[in-house]
């Protein structure tokens, strides 16, 4: 079982920039691809971004693009999310989650998140 923590996240104006990290523990994991979601107020969790085990593949839903930066250090254990131009639609907690390339899904237990709040 992989027990993820998530930090970094706090309150932001638009266009400000935050860098979220993700701790992992508990299976081996730079053997796992990796991915952020999100889930905002009164909406369903959805994907953020990805990155294959090795790092050399990324992989964003279409509202980040160019914004957003996924990244993972195997020797901490930890993969980052770097977010640029934040819009107040980024408001959300974060999550990060082992994943399943190609349908993005994720395949462990969720931890607590962290908030991002983006003022306008």
């Known amino acids: 079982q992989v027990h993820l923590v998530e930090s970094g996240g706090g309150l932001v104006q638009a266009g400000g920039s935050l860098r979220l990290s993700c701790a992992a523990s508990g299976r081996t994991f730079s053997s796992y691809a990796m991915g952020w979601f999100r889930q905002a107020p009164g909406k369903e969790r959805e994907f953020v971004a990805a990155?294959?085990?090795?790092?050399?593949?990324?992989y964003y839903t279409n509202s980040v693009k160019g914004r957003f930066t996924i990244s993972r250090d195997n020797a901490k254990n930890t993969v980052y999310l770097q977010m640029n131009s934040l819009k107040p639609e980024d408001t959300a907690v974060y999550y990060c989650?082992?994943?399943?390339?190609?349908?993005?899904?994720?395949?462990?237990?969720w931890g607590q998140g962290t908030q991002v709040t983006v003022s306008s």
């Open positions: 989650n082992a994943v399943l390339i190609g349908t993005m899904s994720p395949t462990a237990a």
């Open positions: 990155i294959s085990w090795s790092g050399s593949n990324t």
